[in-house]
């Protein structure tokens, strides 16, 4: 499907492997922007992982789903049909959606979900952009098993601002469960407990050779010396944040959640969920007599209990000697070392060494002057159980997430379309807090009083306004990392510290020249991070943690932008095949 031709990898497992090559010198060189169209299947499909088959929600039979592929300036049209009984939306994961909200996905908020038997066209242009993004369901935990790369390439002739790559590979991070996750988030929600851990993660959809029954399940990427290659890495997994490295390899990062940054080599990278990143992969001037794995492995903050395993993928020389695959297996395989799982000082340098291209092509328009200050806290809590009932989150409660101490209620209606038809009455109020109505010690010892206020509160904002928000984490049942997802938006983030933030001082240390420019980020475990951004974008715009367990516990929230006076500054009018609740 689509017009950009893709050059498929098979793996060993002999899986046609979705997310493929894309091979630059196949895709057509049109003159201007075209549409390119794409239909989803949403159906069933068996698959076996760890000795264990499921039935999985997919995109057209495909685990991981197919690449969407398009260049800057392009209009994508993608039909999807919901061929399982599951309700289904689609998100297209850091796309700016420029007053095409209707097409941005989370359930609820944007649309009412794709009921099952029907068909949604997902339409709106990419303006602006290019880089490595990427596609899931937005509803309940389906995100599990429908994701795929998005990849927006730049306008044709136009050159990347590094080396061009001999070939581009994308790289993306699952996590694989057993059991039904469905059935896992349904039952934690019922129990108010902590709901049960992946039984591995995977690389392109393959657990690879360091689990139980699993070795032919091995994502391999062979490569030629003297090569450079591009790999567009995302993090797909449901609840963790993954170091990755490959033995005795150095990456250049270029880019973060397709946004140029200035490239920095480094061993190891950090993606929280949500995130993305290009890097450069320079392969060794001769033939190694060697084989390397790639790795990764969770960076764990919180209390929780969290899947320990590690993801390997085999890095693998085409030899001008050896041509079988038993004199292959022979080689030394040398294995790459990670940071310990809780290294929060690798974290923060590594975050730190991101910073905006900032170059004549690439400016970063950074918010001078700023018209809205906000501070939200973000972290867990607790809800009572209900009368005569124990539940197993703390002290017999129900575990809880917030923003500002108000835990998320999904509406039974979108949002969107509650704000647009002018029937928000009874959905939702937009009298979010600008800051929390009792500050406490945000990061030293929590309060005895550990819950959490319920509610649809929405942060409403004029129309071009200058927004900076700081994120505050919480030590409430422990202080943790939240990788922070703003749809509708890119932001700069101007500032990361640790402790609370303080207004008089912290600011004289932002980065307002070129801070990395993202639509992700995580809040420091224990800290805090400012980030800045212009609401140029009239619509209802979710913003949540893109752990996908604090995102179900309700650690979300959303904007309203208003419209502006011009007619390019107001929200397009809904499509006539939008889903009805």
Same mark, same amino acid.
Request: glycine letters at 8%; one cysteine or more.
């Given at each position: 499907?689509?017009?950009?031709?893709?050059?498929?990898?098979?793996?060993?497992?002999?899986?046609?492997?979705?997310?493929?090559?894309?091979?630059?010198?196949?895709?057509?060189?049109?003159?201007?922007?075209?549409?390119?169209?794409?239909?989803?299947?949403?159906?069933?499909?068996?698959?076996?992982?760890?000795?264990?088959?499921?039935?999985?929600?997919?995109?057209?039979?495909?685990?991981?789903?197919?690449?969407?592929?398009?260049?800057?300036?392009?209009?994508?049209?993608?039909?999807?049909?919901?061929?399982?009984?599951?309700?289904?939306?689609?998100?297209? /994961?850091?796309?700016?959606?420029?007053?095409?909200?209707?097409?941005?996905?989370?359930?609820?908020?944007?649309?009412?979900?794709?009921?099952?038997? /029907?068909?949604?066209?997902?339409?709106?242009?990419?303006?602006?952009?290019?880089?490595?993004?990427?596609?899931?369901?937005?509803?309940?935990?389906?995100?599990?098993?429908?994701?795929?790369?998005?990849?927006?390439?730049?306008?044709?002739?136009?050159?990347?601002?590094?080396?061009?790559?001999?070939?581009?590979?994308?790289?993306?991070?699952?996590?694989?469960?057993?059991?039904?996750?469905?059935?896992?988030?349904?039952?934690?929600?019922?129990?108010?407990?902590?709901?049960?851990?992946?039984?591995?993660?995977?690389?392109?959809?393959?657990?690879?050779?360091?689990?139980?029954?699993?070795?032919?399940?091995?994502?391999?990427?062979?490569?030629?010396?003297?090569?450079?290659?591009?790999?567009?890495?995302?993090?797909?997994?449901?609840?963790?944040?993954?170091?990755?490295?490959?033995?005795?390899?150095?990456?250049?990062?270029?880019?973060?959640?397709?946004?140029?940054?200035?490239?920095?080599?480094?061993?190891?990278?950090?993606?929280?969920?949500?995130?993305?990143?290009?890097?450069?992969?320079?392969?060794?001037?001769?033939?190694?007599?060697?084989?390397?794995?790639?790795?990764?492995?969770?960076?764990?903050?919180?209390?929780?209990?969290?899947?320990?395993?590690?993801?390997?993928?085999?890095?693998?020389?085409?030899?001008?000697?050896?041509?079988?695959?038993?004199?292959?297996?022979?080689?030394?395989?040398?294995?790459?070392?990670?940071?310990?799982?809780?290294?929060?000082?690798?974290?923060?340098?590594?975050?730190?060494?991101?910073?905006?291209?900032?170059?004549?092509?690439?400016?970063?328009?950074?918010?001078?002057?700023?018209?809205?200050?906000?501070?939200?806290?973000?972290?867990?809590?607790?809800?009572?159980?209900?009368?005569?009932?124990?539940?197993?989150?703390?002290?017999?409660?129900?575990?809880?997430?917030?923003?500002?101490?108000?835990?998320?209620?999904?509406?039974?209606?979108?949002?969107?379309?509650?704000?647009?038809?002018?029937?928000?009455?009874?959905?939702?109020?937009?009298?979010?807090?600008?800051?929390?109505?009792?500050?406490?010690?945000?990061?030293?010892?929590?309060?005895?009083?550990?819950?959490?206020?319920?509610?649809?509160?929405?942060?409403?904002?004029?129309?071009?306004?200058?927004?900076?928000?700081?994120?505050?984490?919480?030590?409430?049942?422990?202080?943790?990392?939240?990788?922070?997802?703003?749809?509708?938006?890119?932001?700069?983030?101007?500032?990361?510290?640790?402790?609370?933030?303080?207004?008089?001082?912290?600011?004289?240390?932002?980065?307002?020249?070129?801070?990395?420019?993202?639509?992700?980020?995580?809040?420091?475990?224990?800290?805090?991070?400012?980030?800045?951004?212009?609401?140029?974008?009239?619509?209802?715009?979710?913003?949540?943690?893109?752990?996908?367990?604090?995102?179900?516990?309700?650690?979300?929230?959303?904007?309203?932008?208003?419209?502006?006076?011009?007619?390019?500054?107001?929200?397009?009018?809904?499509?006539?095949?939008?889903?009805?609740?």
């Amino acid at each position: 499907m689509g017009s950009a031709s893709h050059q498929f990898l098979v793996s060993s497992g002999g899986f046609m492997f979705l997310s493929l090559i894309i091979a630059l010198s196949l895709l057509p060189q049109p003159a201007q922007a075209i549409t390119r169209h794409y239909e989803f299947n949403i159906k069933m499909q068996k698959v076996t992982r760890l000795c264990h088959t499921k039935s999985i929600v997919t995109v057209n039979g495909k685990f991981p789903g197919p690449s969407v592929v398009a260049r800057e300036g392009d209009r994508l049209v993608i039909k999807v049909k919901n061929n399982v009984s599951n309700n289904i939306t689609i998100h297209w /994961h850091g796309i700016r959606q420029l007053r095409s909200g209707w097409a941005d996905g989370p359930a609820y908020v944007t649309q009412c979900p794709i009921q099952t038997g /029907h068909t949604y066209v997902y339409n709106f242009t990419v303006v602006g952009q290019r880089g490595t993004l990427w596609w899931h369901a937005h509803i309940s935990w389906l995100r599990s098993t429908l994701y795929g790369p998005l990849v927006i390439l730049p306008k044709a002739n136009v050159p990347y601002p590094f080396l061009k790559p001999y070939k581009e590979v994308p790289i993306i991070f699952g996590e694989w469960f057993n059991a039904d996750t469905e059935a896992i988030i349904s039952q934690a929600l019922q129990t108010g407990g902590g709901p049960n851990v992946s039984d591995a993660y995977t690389i392109n959809g393959l657990p690879g050779p360091l689990y139980n029954c699993s070795a032919k399940d091995t994502f391999k990427l062979r490569v030629k010396p003297g090569k450079t290659y591009l790999l567009r890495l995302i993090n797909a997994a449901l609840n963790d944040e993954l170091f990755f490295s490959i033995a005795n390899h150095t990456l250049t990062v270029v880019d973060a959640d397709a946004v140029y940054v200035k490239p920095f080599e480094t061993d190891t990278i950090l993606l929280a969920p949500g995130q993305t990143s290009n890097v450069l992969l320079k392969t060794k001037p001769n033939y190694p007599g060697a084989t390397f794995l790639m790795t990764a492995r969770p960076y764990v903050t919180g209390q929780g209990t969290f899947d320990n395993s590690t993801v390997a993928a085999i890095l693998e020389y085409e030899s001008p000697f050896l041509h079988s695959v038993a004199s292959m297996k022979k080689l030394p395989l040398y294995r790459s070392i990670l940071p310990p799982l809780n290294d929060t000082s690798f974290a923060t340098k590594f975050a730190k060494k991101l910073r905006s291209l900032d170059s004549r092509e690439y400016p970063a328009n950074v918010p001078q002057k700023v018209d809205k200050q906000f501070l939200f806290t973000v972290g867990l809590g607790t809800s009572p159980c209900g009368q005569n009932n124990t539940c197993q989150g703390p002290n017999g409660s129900r575990f809880a997430a917030s923003v500002s101490n108000i835990s998320f209620v999904q509406s039974t209606t979108a949002l969107l379309q509650a704000h647009y038809t002018g029937q928000s009455s009874g959905v939702y109020s937009p009298d979010f807090p600008f800051s929390p109505k009792n500050w406490f010690n945000y990061t030293g010892n929590p309060p005895n009083n550990t819950i959490v206020a319920n509610g649809t509160k929405l942060m409403v904002l004029p129309y071009n306004s200058s927004v900076e928000l700081v994120m505050q984490d919480t030590s409430i049942l422990g202080a943790e990392s939240h990788p922070l997802h703003l749809h509708g938006f890119n932001f700069f983030v101007v500032g990361l510290g640790f402790g609370n933030y303080n207004p008089n001082t912290d600011p004289q240390k932002f980065n307002l020249v070129d801070p990395v420019e993202r639509n992700t980020v995580g809040v420091p475990s224990g800290g805090w991070v400012a980030i800045r951004f212009l609401a140029d974008n009239p619509g209802v715009w979710f913003m949540h943690c893109h752990l996908e367990v604090h995102t179900s516990w309700g650690l979300k929230m959303a904007w309203l932008v208003l419209d502006g006076n011009l007619p390019n500054q107001k929200l397009l009018p809904p499509p006539s095949d939008l889903p009805k609740c």
